[in-house]
Nanobody, 119 residues
Framework: QVQLVESGGGLVQPGGSLRLSCAAS????????MGWYRQAPGKQRELVAR???????IYADSVKGRFTISRNNAKNTVDLQMNSLKPEDTAVYYC?????????????WGQGTQVTVSS
């Protein structure tokens, strides 16, 4: 059974940092391209960072230089280090494969973790 559990979100002031973590079960993060996505209120979900199976990382322009995605194959986790946070980074953050998983024909998403950047 596939399960992706995100954690580490919270309320942070502009300029602050957070580290998100995603614990995967039922899939191997080392065998899949993995990504962190986010969805802000009223906006579509977007992919902000991805790590390919060969460890190549790609970032959306909006987070480049501030966010770092990493993978721990031994723990089967994927992390997102977020620095220099801005109010526009406020969103629910999800991890998933890239492209996202389908389970029994339906898109699968975990519960996500809320990140709020506000003073």
């Amino acid at each position: 059974q596939v399960q992706l559990v995100e954690s580490g979100g919270g309320l942070v002031q502009p300029g602050g940092s957070l580290r998100l973590s995603c614990a995967a079960s039922g899939i191997s993060v080392s065998s899949n391209a993995m990504g962190w996505y986010r969805q802000a209120p009223g906006k579509q979900r977007e992919l902000v960072a991805r790590v390919r199976s060969g460890a190549t990382t790609i970032y959306a322009d909006s987070v480049k230089g501030r966010f770092t995605i990493s993978r721990n194959n031994a723990k089967n986790t994927v992390d997102l280090q977020m620095n220099s946070l801005k109010p526009e980074d406020t969103a629910v953050y999800y991890c998933n494969t890239d492209p996202p998983l389908y389970v029994l024909g339906f898109p699968y998403w975990g519960q996500g973790t809320q990140v709020t950047v506000s003073s």
